[in-house]
């Protein structure tokens, strides 16, 4: 929701005019109104001392330390009204940003001066003394002349009449009728302003919510950048999960199913060496297939546990992994690398790795190449890599295949896949990937 959006909820057609005071809204805004002034007071009193102390303190050690405080209590001044605020007005309002604090003291002090809602908050808190004052007074002022001037004919009947007054050359006396009819039109205005009340006291309630939206509540493009920001920090843990648990499932399948069907394969092999000594051929064609089956099973298992996560990826970096793929290739790739063996950010380095692994598995099923090429450079933060072979091209990147699942891989870390293949070659696949060093 923008903060244009951000208004007192809609009053319904069977809640207006008398209607309006069967409903709690008009009852919890006047008495939000009625705090202005006694959370203004707090607000001032507590800012201005703070504020007043650390300056005159900032040549001391003490001084710059308090001042921060004060700072950070400009956000809890906005967290504070953000509650009343739902409170009593049924309104939610944005939150800030957590303050993001960096390694080191003097870092942290800055950050904390220079903190901008924590500015807000406290000029919040100076500005609700003078509203405050305003909006109590005037509250106070319209449910008294509402309720007074209704109830003019109870006080006519209990009070004594208003004193003579001269009017230019006449004396006027207000006695008898004339009480009455000054009753009955002080009745009829004050009817008249209960009815209009609680449109006057949504107004007022509307002005203090602008307030507090404008000063305790970010803007609109902050807190779509915010949002933003929040939903790249879940994809990126999600992303980083699913890596991590991929790692986890590479291990256990490593050191557990995989060494055990390798000791299987041994027991067999010695089985096999032993019934070689015995005349039965059954038994040793038996066993001898029982051993290829194992053989071929740890074989799988093994490109298995390779597609899954790469062991040689976690343990020795991308330039590693990559040349294991290449050396793979039946076809003859050439590699060039400029990253030196340097470690990238493991997301990053998992998705060049089953790029290139996909784009050189197409190269050597699908495109008839006699050659292909492997680039990856590291330039301002992304990594660039490009596979090029000189097949007959045609690969496309649509469709349920493999290039489309890497698609969906790297947009999910905001990267970008493209794939120029012309009918009659080259096809080059490049990616771009935002990677930490």
């Known amino acids: 929701m923008s903060i244009a959006a951000i208004t007192l909820p809609a009053v319904p057609a069977d809640a207006r005019g008398f209607a309006a005071y069967r409903s709690p809204t008009v009852w919890r805004q006047s008495l939000y109104l009625l705090l202005d002034l006694l959370v203004g007071v707090g607000l001032f009193t507590a800012a201005t001392t703070l504020l007043s102390t650390g300056a005159g303190l900032a040549i001391t050690l003490v001084g710059i330390p308090l001042l921060a405080v004060t700072v950070v209590g400009g956000r809890a001044v906005a967290t504070f009204e953000r509650v009343r605020v739902r409170g009593l007005l049924d309104v939610d309002l944005p939150t800030w940003a957590p303050l993001d604090l960096p390694d080191g003291l003097m870092a942290k002090l800055r950050a904390t001066l220079t903190d901008r809602p924590g500015w807000k908050g406290l000029a919040y808190a100076g500005l609700m003394l003078p509203w405050g004052t305003l909006t109590f007074s005037l509250t106070v002022t319209i449910w008294a002349l509402a309720v007074g001037m209704t109830s003019a004919p109870l006080w006519s009947l209990w009070s004594d009449p208003p004193p ?44 203090d919510l602008a307030l507090a939206r404008s000063l305790l509540a970010p803007s609109g493009e902050q807190a779509l950048a915010q949002r933003v920001a929040e939903l790249s920090a879940s994809r990126d843990a999600s992303v980083s999960s699913a890596a991590g648990e991929l790692r986890r499932i590479e ?187």
């Open 164 to 207: 003579a007054f001269t009017l230019g050359d006449t004396r006027v006396e207000i006695e008898g009728w004339g009480m009455v009819g000054l009753a009955a039109v002080s009745t009829v205005l004050g009817v008249a302003l209960l009815w209009v009340l609680p449109r006057i006291i949504r107004g007022l309630a509307s002005a």
């Open 251 to 437: 291990r256990d399948l490593h050191d557990g199913a995989q060494q055990r069907m390798v000791s299987v394969a041994m027991q067999l092999g010695q089985a096999k060496e032993r019934l070689a000594e015995i005349d039965d051929p059954k038994a040793q064609a038996l066993v001898q297939q029982a051993h290829e089956e194992a053989k071929l099973a740890i074989a799988e298992l093994r490109n298995l546990v390779r597609g899954i996560h790469p062991a040689v990826l976690t343990d020795r970096g991308l330039d590693a992994a990559v040349s294991a793929l290449v050396a793979r290739c039946p076809v003859p790739v050439e590699l060039t690398s400029e990253l030196g063996g340097r470690r990238l950010g493991p997301t990053c380095e998992a998705t060049a790795y089953f790029t290139i692994a996909e784009a050189l598995t197409n190269v050597a099923k699908h495109s008839r190449a006699n050659s292909a090429e492997v680039r990856m450079r590291e330039r301002d933060g992304v990594l660039v890599v490009e596979v090029t072979d000189d097949g007959v091209g045609g690969a496309v990147a649509g469709g349920a295949g493999g290039l489309h699942g890497l698609m969906e891989r790297v947009q999910a870390v905001e990267g970008r896949l493209r794939v120029a293949s012309p009918v009659g070659g080259p096809t080059t696949v490049r990616l771009e990937v935002p990677c930490a060093s």
